[in-house]
C-alpha cells in the first residue's frame, strides 16, 4: 500500500528537489541539467519530479523567485532601520553585495540564466519586479530628498549596473589581485553621487 504523503512530506521534497536544482542550474546553467541528474542527487526514481513539478522550467522558474524573493527581502531589511535615503542607500548596497557573497548560486540563477520571465509563473514576475523596483528605488528617494539632481531611474539602473559589474567580477575571480569590492563599490557611488549632487539652494535677500 503507497504510503500518504503529508503536507510536510510535500514541502520538503520541494524544497530538497529546490535546493540541489538550485546549485545545479547556477553550475551548470539550464541546459546542463536534467530531471533525471536532480532525481538522481535526491536518490529518487526519475518520476518523482514531475509529481511535484510540472517540468524542468517548472522547477527553474520556482528557484528564481524564491532566490528573488530572499534578495529583496534582505534589501527591505536593510532599509528598514535607516536614517534617510542617503544611509538607506549605502545599507541597501552592502547588503546587495552579502546577498551576492552569501548566496552565489542563486545569484547566478537570477541574473546569468536565460529564461523569459512571463505570466506563466506569477510568483516569479511578481518577486522579480518587487526587487527590481526597490533596487532602483533609492535613487528616487534621493531624489525627492534633495540630495540629487539626476533622473532618478538612470541613476538607480546605473548603481544597479556597476554594482552587478563588480559582483560578476569577483565570482568569476577577476578581483583577486584587485581592491577590495566593497572598496570598490564605495568608491563609484561617491564618484556618481559627486556628479549628480544637487545644488546647494540659494539662501539670503535679493540685493
Excluded at 520541494?14 to 536534467?34: D, H, I, K, P, Q
Excluded at 532602483?136 to 531611474?153: F, Y
Aim: charged share 25%.
Amino acid at each position: 500500500m503507497p504510503r500518504y504523503l503529508t503536507e510536510k512530506d510535500i514541502a520538503d521534497f520541494r524544497a530538497g528537489l529546490c535546493r540541489v536544482a538550485t546549485e545545479r542550474f547556477a553550475r551548470f546553467g539550464y541546459e546542463g541539467v536534467t530531471m533525471r541528474q536532480l532525481a538522481e542527487a535526491l536518490g529518487c526514481s526519475p518520476k518523482t519530479p514531475y509529481r511535484y513539478f510540472k517540468d524542468k522550467a517548472d522547477i527553474l522558474a520556482t528557484v528564481r523567485a524564491q532566490a528573488f524573493a530572499q534578495f529583496a527581502d534582505a534589501l527591505e531589511a536593510a532599509a528598514a532601520g535607516a536614517e534617510g535615503p542617503l544611509d538607506s542607500a549605502r545599507r541597501v548596497g552592502d547588503a546587495y553585495l552579502q546577498f551576492a557573497d552569501e548566496h552565489p548560486h542563486a545569484y547566478r540563477i537570477m541574473f546569468e540564466i536565460d529564461q523569459p520571465i512571463s505570466d506563466e509563473h506569477p510568483d516569479l514576475v511578481r518577486e522579480c519586479k518587487r526587487a527590481r523596483t526597490f533596487v532602483t528605488r533609492q535613487a528616487e528617494d534621493m531624489v525627492k530628498a534633495g540630495l540629487i539632481d539626476a533622473d532618478p531611474m538612470l541613476f538607480g539602473w546605473s548603481m544597479w549596473a556597476a554594482t552587478h559589474g563588480l559582483v560578476m567580477l569577483r565570482q568569476a575571480g577577476m578581483l583577486e589581485n584587485g581592491p577590495d569590492i566593497r572598496t570598490l563599490a564605495g568608491y563609484h557611488g561617491a564618484l556618481m553621487f559627486k556628479g549628480a549632487l544637487a545644488a546647494p539652494k540659494k539662501t539670503g535677500k535679493k540685493q
